[in-house]
């Protein structure tokens, strides 16, 4: 089927996506960061676009174009982050969190870059929590019926990990990828389960990350409320 054919099923919905990865800074000059690249979240605001939704997207750091129609809102930080997913999220049908937030930030920022001194060994780096953005999202559903869906890059146990890992979410739908040699980081394809908290279980075969994009918007499209 052409995009086309398939319609407009999130028309007059409100979408927010997150996409690409935060950065934490230690310095002016430097971060802890991951290696996500914000495809399969960029994909996902576009496929909602096509089938016509309001769509914003949340973008950490993806080097990647906007996409057309698309509300994007950059963000470095987690903790910016999570306030634009809430902001945006007050009356949004869906919220896919498909950045990889970083789970700890340095727990001080130097003003000033840091320096080495002669003679002296590194001080170590301690690091905070930072706040869990889709558990307080699944916790809180901001709009009654909101849809809210995770994603999750396994290597072990990849099954079991992600049925546990939707329970202590609350979300309804955890996309669990495994971490793999070709999949995932910065490629083209993806291979997934998408889990469902109703225990559904929807494999999406090694594709094009448009097709996991499609699927995902499928799953959630069968689980708004009726469009008031
Ligand atoms: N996530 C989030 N806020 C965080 C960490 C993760 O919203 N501080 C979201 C991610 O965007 C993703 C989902 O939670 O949609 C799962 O991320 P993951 O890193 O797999 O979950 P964690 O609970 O951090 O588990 P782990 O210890 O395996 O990293
Ligand atoms: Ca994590």
Partial sequence: LARG?????LAGRHVVVSAGGTREPLDPVRF???RSSGKQGYALARSAA???ARVTLVSANAALPEPAGVDVVPVGTAVQLREAVLKASADADAVVMAAAVADFRPGTYAAGKIKKKDGQE???????RNPDILAEIAGERPRPGQVVVGFAAETDDVLANGRAKLERKGCDLLVVNEVGERKTFGSEENEAVVLGADGSETPVPYGPKEALADTVWDLVAERLPENS
């Fill in 122 to 128: 590194p001080a170590p780096i301690a690091l905070v």
């Fill in 5 to 9: 054919d398939l319609g407009q099923d």
């Fill in 32 to 34: 802890l960061g991951n």
């Fill in 50 to 52: 096509a089938r016509g």
